[in-house]
């Protein structure tokens, strides 16, 4: 299995990028699942409320919540709609990708997992226990991840941890990189796929 880690700063992009990922492997064919998540900002670039988009069913869901332009009041989080987003994906798991592998071997499949953040490494929250079915799962071709850089280094720990090779995983550091060059190396991935 393929992975790109697309890592960054808050509002550096990573959502921005993912959703440029999706478009291009659709284009390539490519099937696509998992979650987006689609923030609503405020002041400061603060978020305030957080929409996962399904992409097996393109429905949308609130994954969490606060009153806008506070900080300081944490998430009111909506476990039932992370619980949706993984068993949706994990039914995908069993049967449209095997009957889809059987048919035509030529397919291949992307996972998408946007902030696999703060929910679930410090909380236990959130996209952890999804990320962990994909891993397990001999199934996935490619995985993207989006990630705060300061949680980056743990990610990759349990990446690791799942026998992932260092070689198979790509990291995107957009903090580092102009946005049309990021643009260019996750479209570079989507074609080594």
């Known amino acids: 299995m393929h992975v790109l880690v697309i890592s960054g700063p808050r509002a ?5 990028l993912c959703i440029s990922v999706f478009h291009v492997a659709k284009t390539h064919n490519i099937i696509c699942q998992g979650c987006i998540g689609l923030s609503e900002r405020g002041d400061g670039m603060q978020p305030y ?4 988009v399904d992409l097996t069913s393109g429905d949308t869901y609130l994954a969490a919540q606060r009153p ?18 993984r068993e949706n ?22 996972y ?7 929910l679930g490494h410090e909380r ?7 990320l962990k079915v ?19 280094g743990v990610l990759l ?22 946005s049309m060059d990021a643009q260019k190396a996750a479209s570079f991935f989507i074609e080594t796929i």
């Open 112 to 118: 998408i997992i946007d902030e696999t953040g703060p």
């Open 157 to 178: 720990s349990i990446l690791k941890k799942h026998d992932i090779p260092t070689a198979d995983i790509h990291l995107l550091e957009i903090d580092k990189q102009f």
């Open 124 to 130: 236990n929250k959130g996209h952890l226990e999804f």
């Open 49 to 52: 409320r957080i929409q996962l």
């Open 12 to 16: 550096s992009g990573k959502t921005s």
């Open 89 to 110: 994906c994990i039914r995908s798991l069993d049967q449209t990708t095997q009957e889809i592998k059987i048919q035509t071997a030529q397919s291949k499949t992307l």
């Open 134 to 152: 994909v891993l397990d799962s001999a199934l996935a071709d490619a995985l993207v991840l989006t990630v705060r850089a300061d949680l980056q």
């Open 68 to 85: 806008k332009d506070r900080k300081d009041i944490p998430f009111d989080f909506c476990p039932e709609s992370f619980a949706h987003i």
